[in-house]
């Protein structure tokens, strides 16, 4: 019998501030740690993708957002880097929030720093990477496959 599609959502923050945006640097995480990252995270189960993107922001920046200020800008289908199933990231924009950003997973990021759009640091993930040049192009949707 054929194996069915497992896809795991996750959900991506772009917190924009005039040309620059936040991204934070990984660590003890096992998945691209070194690399820097968007504010981002899993859906859990029962969870709405806008509610998974508030509580990450809160989770890991200190940043409080409604639901009126976040809005999607950006899908990417993703193959895992073990290709043992698919992702899909939902990448969300925010201009505005609440609260100082702060590290909050301290255990988990090295550096939490704005970055100019067109000057991203050398070791980004590759798929936030692909995704901020799509978004940048005014692309909706890419596919992320390797």
Same mark, same amino acid.
């Given at each position: 019998?054929?194996? +069915?599609?497992?896809?795991?959502?996750?959900?991506?923050?772009?917190?924009?501030?005039?040309?620059?945006?936040?991204?934070?640097? +990984?660590?003890?995480? !096992?998945?691209?740690? !070194?690399?820097?990252?968007?504010?981002? !995270?899993?859906?859990?189960? !029962?969870?709405?993708?806008?509610?998974?993107?508030? +509580?990450?922001?809160?989770?890991?920046?200190?940043?409080?957002?409604?639901?009126?200020?976040?809005?999607?800008?950006?899908?990417?289908?993703?193959?895992?880097?073990?290709?043992?199933?698919? +992702?899909?990231?939902?990448?969300?924009?925010?201009?505005?929030?609440?609260?100082?950003?702060?590290?909050?997973?301290?255990?988990?990021?090295?550096?939490?720093?704005?970055?100019?759009?067109?000057?991203?640091?050398?070791?980004?993930?590759?798929?936030?990477?692909?995704?901020?040049?799509?978004?940048?192009?005014?692309?909706?949707?890419?596919?992320?496959?390797?």
């Amino acid at each position: 019998m054929e194996k +069915r599609n497992t896809i795991v959502p996750a959900v991506m923050l772009v917190l924009k501030k005039n040309n620059q945006i936040l991204l934070l640097q +990984r660590k003890n995480t !096992g998945y691209g740690d !070194g690399k820097y990252n968007l504010i981002s !995270g899993h859906v859990e189960f !029962g969870e709405n993708f806008t509610n998974a993107i508030i +509580r990450e922001a809160k989770e890991e920046a200190n940043v409080t957002l409604s639901h009126d200020q976040v809005k999607v800008i950006y899908i990417q289908n993703k193959m895992a880097d073990d290709h043992t199933h698919q +992702r899909v990231h939902t990448y969300f924009l925010a201009t505005e929030w609440e609260w100082e950003i702060k590290n909050m997973e301290a255990h988990n990021c090295d550096d939490l720093s704005w970055f100019a759009i067109d000057h991203l640091p050398e070791n980004i993930s590759p798929c936030v990477k692909a995704a901020i040049e799509h978004i940048q192009q005014g692309n909706f949707y890419s596919e992320f496959w390797f």
